[in-house]
């Protein structure tokens, strides 16, 4: 069970806008900042999206995130083919057991 | 250029022992926090430890007593040392580097920019 909670499926047509969700709590998600991962077939995860909406060099401004209290979104506009993808959420979070980073489950991106 | 790669990982028994590297390039290790974080078998991402600069390592409750992470400065590298392994343990591995922001309240705010390709860990009699 992970600690942030994501769709286990997302789906959209060529060109369409689909958002993800993520849900956690004030330990993590509400008092930290949301980075976005995107995870292609046997690849290594890739950083899409850090501090909520800061996009790194390199990632298209297709890719949007937003934040708002204890959730996270993560838009994509224009949705390509190439967008077919697990997508993960992550925040740190500041538990009492001491920080740690936390993850949601993942959800898989089909692009029909 | 920046890159990470973890190596070390293989078929090992249950109650057995194994160490990750994972070499930096383009990058100093004591300079950043880094974590590993590691996926089963079609499972998600599951955070596992990591080190700050200054030293102080974290660990995720699966791995507390048993995993130690560690780096080496002069060979810019990170370990993680896995003992008392258990079949919960196969995963893919991955090594990553921890980059901060300074938020407008003047807070870093944390997030793994660089990651490794992984190597596979696989527990098994």
């Known amino acids: 069970q992970s600690v942030l909670t994501q769709p286990p499926s997302a789906s959209g047509t060529p060109g369409q806008r689909v958002t993800i969700s993520c849900s956690g709590s004030?330990?993590?998600?509400?008092?930290?900042?949301v980075n976005w991962y995107q995870q292609l077939p046997g690849t290594a995860p890739k950083l899409l999206i850090y501090?909520?909406?800061q996009r790194p060099s390199g990632v298209p401004d297709r890719f949007s995130g937003s934040k708002s209290g204890t959730s996270a979104s993560l838009a994509i506009s224009g949705l390509q083919s190439e967008d077919e993808a697990d997508y993960y959420c992550a925040a740190w979070d500041d538990s009492l057991n001491g920080p740690k980073w936390v993850f949601g489950g993942g959800t898989k991106l089909t692009v029909l | 250029e920046v890159q990470l790669v973890e190596t070390g990982g293989g078929l090992i028994q249950p109650g057995g022992s194994l160490r990750l590297s994972c070499a930096a390039s383009g990058f100093t290790v004591s300079s950043n926090y880094m974590s590993w974080v590691r996926q089963a078998p079609g499972k998600g991402l599951e955070w596992v430890s990591v080190?700050?600069?200054?030293?102080?390592?974290y660990y995720a409750d699966s791995v507390k007593g048993r995993f130690t992470i560690s780096r080496d400065n002069s060979k810019n590298t990170l370990y993680l040392q896995m003992n008392s392994l258990r079949a919960e343990d196969t995963a893919v591995y991955y090594c990553?580097?921890?980059?901060?922001?300074?938020?407008?309240?003047?807070?870093?705010?944390?997030?793994?920019?660089?990651w490794g390709k992984g190597t596979t860990v696989t527990v098994s009699s």
């Open positions: 501090s909520n909406n």
């Open positions: 990553a580097r921890v980059n901060a922001v300074r938020g407008p309240d003047y807070y870093y705010y944390y997030y793994m920019d660089v």
């Open positions: 080190i700050y600069s200054g030293g102080s390592t």
């Open positions: 004030s330990s993590n998600i509400g008092s930290n900042t």
